[in-house]
């Protein structure tokens, strides 16, 4: 019998059992994957990661945990409008080294991490409480004990749905994310330490398409697309480095794709409740990633200590109702995460529809003044829009400056 089970071994699942472990409690985590793994994804760590205190800087510095520190966002439309807003803190790192960094300070702290194990359904007491999940490995179907169970499983989290925490996801909650990571990117100023975005709907169908720059001429690009399409997004990430625009970047007798993958990630926002008898959702698999932008891995980290916190509150009292872990629902609501998400998908659904025309719009909005500069700085890097309450003057300023435009013909 465990204190807590936690499925999945992502930065969500990794700090929080680290967190409730340090407490001097039991915690099982497990991932279907064979770790090490890497999700994935561009790699940006947001400066409120460090700012809100989830991670150290300068820790993650001394372990050669980061690839880059970043100068500013550079952000390019299909005609070939640039707009660039400033990155203060804003970090690029490797996934599969990032991930593993987080679990190993798990194991230190005292957490059983067992891989190549799918937890496929959850187990219930007599009181209806969920006290366990079931999980299958090479050798069979096993039944795992705890107090509580915490679902860090990502977006296709079985968990959260058998517990009632949320339905099932229809496929406009998720985009389709494809990633490479290549050799041979030119690092030359201006852009060495920027990180680049595309807004072309031809590259990326209602999404956007990046490039993040990494250390030794090594860059992270990737590809998003939403909602159907004639293409997988794998296509349309080699379709990407095809562009003359990317060409110009790359040193092509040195340029190699050395890794690539896809994988879906939520864009909707949280839907449903996080908590129940015994049981949470952190991370993805409640939908906890900003709408425009895709970033995942702060939330990811406050949602992982935030469910820690309410989890050790609840095992000193001996006490895993709903009524104790809604604690942890109201914490995460106290950093204006839904507001910031409804904020993001206003904007994104009102673009989508003509996306190349209207981030023109955008961009030219941007750039009549540094005001409008700095509050789409604001939308899509430096997370205003999702810590804490959003301003009134950004969204007064958007909503009647900005949006008029996007709506006319």
Same mark, same amino acid.
């Given at each position: ?74 952000? #390019? ?327 008029? #435009?996007?709506?006319?013909?």
């Amino acid at each position: 019998m465990y204190d807590v089970t936690i499925s999945g071994a992502g930065p969500a699942g990794a700090l929080c059992g680290s967190i409730i472990a340090k407490a001097g409690y039991n915690v099982i985590i497990f991932d279907k994957a064979k770790l090490p793994w890497r999700k994935p994804c561009g790699g940006g760590v947001p400066e409120h990661v460090y700012s809100e205190g989830l991670l150290n800087y300068d820790e993650l510095k001394r372990a050669n945990i980061i690839e880059k520190d970043t100068k500013d966002m550079y952000l #390019r439309s299909n005609t070939g409008k640039e707009l660039i807003v400033e990155t203060p803190g804003e970090t690029v790192v490797d996934r599969k080294i990032f991930d593993q960094y987080l679990r190993d300070k798990a194991l230190d702290a005292g957490a059983i991490i067992q891989d190549q194990k799918t937890v496929i359904d959850i187990v219930r007491d007599d009181n209806d409480y969920i006290n366990g999940v079931k999980i299958k490995d090479s050798s069979g179907v096993k039944e795992i004990n705890s107090n509580i169970v915490i679902a860090a499983d990502g977006v296709g989290s079985k968990i959260v749905v058998k517990a009632g925490l949320r339905k099932k996801w229809t496929q406009d909650d998720y985009a389709i994310c494809s990633v490479a990571l290549i050799e041979g990117y030119i690092e030359s100023e201006p852009l060495s330490n920027s990180m680049q975005l595309f807004i072309d709907d031809n590259i990326a169908p209602n999404s956007y398409a990046w490039l993040f720059p990494m250390r030794d001429n090594k860059a992270n690009i990737g590809v998003g697309i939403w909602k159907k399409s004639k293409k997988r997004a794998m296509d349309y990430l080699m379709k990407l480095t095809q562009q003359p625009f990317f060409k110009k970047k790359i040193d092509e007798k040195k340029f190699k794709i050395f890794w690539k993958s896809s994988y879906p990630i939520p864009i909707q926002g949280v839907k449903g409740r996080t908590y129940g008898d015994g049981v949470m959702g952190i991370g993805d698999s409640m939908g906890f990633v900003a709408p425009i932008i895709g970033e995942g891995i702060f939330s990811a980290l406050l949602t992982g200590k935030l469910a820690a916190q309410s989890a050790i509150k609840a095992l000193k009292i001996g006490d895993y109702s709903k009524k104790i872990l809604k604690e942890y629902q109201r914490n995460w609501a106290k950093f204006g995460l839904k507001e910031g998400y409804n904020f993001q998908k206003m904007m994104r659904d009102m673009m989508v529809d003509n996306i190349d025309e209207n981030f023109n719009k955008l961009i030219d909005w941007a750039l009549e003044n540094e005001e409008n500069r700095k509050l789409i700085g604001e939308m899509f890097v430096s997370g205003t829009s999702l810590v804490g309450n959003i301003p009134s003057e950004l969204i007064s300023k958007i909503t009647k400056e900005l949006l008029p #435009r996007i709506k006319s013909k």
